[in-house]
Each structure stands twice: as C-alpha cells, then as structure tokens.
C-alpha cells in the first residue's frame, strides 16, 4: 500500500533554517512534490522532484532520495507569513498527501 | 483572474439532503480533480476527470459523482448527504505531462456542514 509520513509540527524562529521531512513508500513513483497551505485558504504547489537530487526555488530547497524513499522540504530565513501546513505529495498512479507539517514561526 | 474557482464557498445542510459543488478552470488544462479534507487537514483524492473521461475512481460511496459538462467543468454531486460528509472540498486542476501533472491549482475550496 501507500504511506507518506511527515512530522505534525515544527516550530522555529524567524530568520532561522528548517528542514520537514518526508517518507513514503508506494508501489510506483513518479515524483515528490511540496504544497503549502495557510490556514483558511487552499494548497499552493511550492515545488517537484522527480529526481534525486536538490531543487532550489528561492527561499525554498526541495531533496530527493528515491534510493531511500525520503525528501525534504528545506526554508530557508523564515518569515512570519511562513507559518502554515506544508505537504508532501506521492503520484504513482494517482496523487498522495502526507497529512501535513503545522510549521509555526515565532519572532 | 480566477484559474479555479468553486461555488459556493459555503454549504449548510441537513442530513438526507442532494446538493451539488460547482468547479470551473480558466487554466486550459486537461485534467481536473476533487479532494476532501477533513477536520484534521487530511488531503484526500476523490476523482480525477481528463478530457471528460474518469481515470481515477477512489474508493467513495457512490452517494458521490463527479460531472464534466466540459472540459473545464467538474462538478460534485452529493446524494443522501451524511454527517461525515462535513469537510471542505477542494477542486484542482494540472496539464497533463510527467511533470506538470505534479503542479496541480486548487480553488478556494468549498466547506460542507451537515448538521
């Protein structure tokens, strides 16, 4: 079957680094991707990858590991309006969600 | 300009009740979906529809279908509504392609109460 696990919560300073982690195991993969969701409002898509590897997007680092079926989020000098739910996403056949990092930035 | 856009933005209910949740892209792409998420922020897949075609059937009753007058439409259709019905539903759609299909836009999302 199909699992994806990432923490329930972070919390860090403005300013600083934080990394969420994603592990997932499914029977086909087509790629990871990042979507973030402040309170109230719908997923955005922050980012993809299909292979191993970094992707940089601004503040925002996305990894790979399909050897070891993890990635990671990396944000880099937090802000405030950081603050939100971020997911991980599996396609094999269909798209899988994680059940979210409640990320909380405090000043 | 909206690239997703649902309606209505909120539905109250009562049990028993047929109601309907209305989704439209601008986006030109060829594949749309419907996602429920529940109190706790779960994120799950309902149905895909590409080109007016079901490629995706998650395992839900079937007091829920999905209609595609379009290619830019996909409308939910709930029958017998249900107290666990209660979530917020979301509509998205992508381009097809290996990796475009990972960048999916979802609308505003639509939050159903069944009381």
């Known amino acids: 079957g199909q699992s994806l696990e990432q923490p329930s919560e972070v919390t860090a300073v403005e300013g600083a680094i934080v990394q969420i982690n994603c592990t997932y195991q499914?029977?086909?993969?087509?790629?990871l991707s990042w979507y973030q969701q402040h309170d109230g409002g719908a997923p955005t898509f922050l980012s993809y990858n299909a292979l191993d590897g970094l992707e940089e997007t601004g503040r925002f680092s996305s990894f790979l590991s399909r050897s070891d079926s993890y990635g990671y989020l990396l944000l880099q000098e937090l802000q405030m309006k950081d603050s939100a739910s971020y997911f991980c996403a599996v396609r094999d056949y269909d798209m899988r969600f994680g059940a979210g990092t409640r990320l909380t930035v405090k000043p | 300009d909206t690239a997703v856009s649902q309606t209505p933005k909120y539905l109250v209910t009562q049990m028993g009740n047929d109601k309907s949740i209305k989704c439209e892209q601008n986006?030109?792409?060829?594949?749309m979906y419907w996602y429920k998420q529940d109190s706790k922020k779960f994120l799950k897949i309902m149905f895909s529809y590409n080109n007016k075609e079901l490629i995706i059937n998650e395992t839900v009753p079937n007091r829920f279908s999905p209609k595609s007058p379009d290619k830019a439409h996909l409308n939910l259709h709930i029958n017998s509504l249900e107290l666990g019905d209660s979530a917020v539903y979301f509509c998205?759609?992508?381009?097809?392609?290996?990796?475009?299909?990972?960048?999916?836009?979802f609308g505003p999302g639509t939050r159903l109460t069944v009381l």
């Open positions: 499914t029977s086909g993969f087509y790629g």
């Open positions: 986006l030109g792409h060829d594949t």
């Open positions: 998205a759609s992508s381009q097809d392609g290996a990796a475009s299909v990972h960048e999916q836009f």
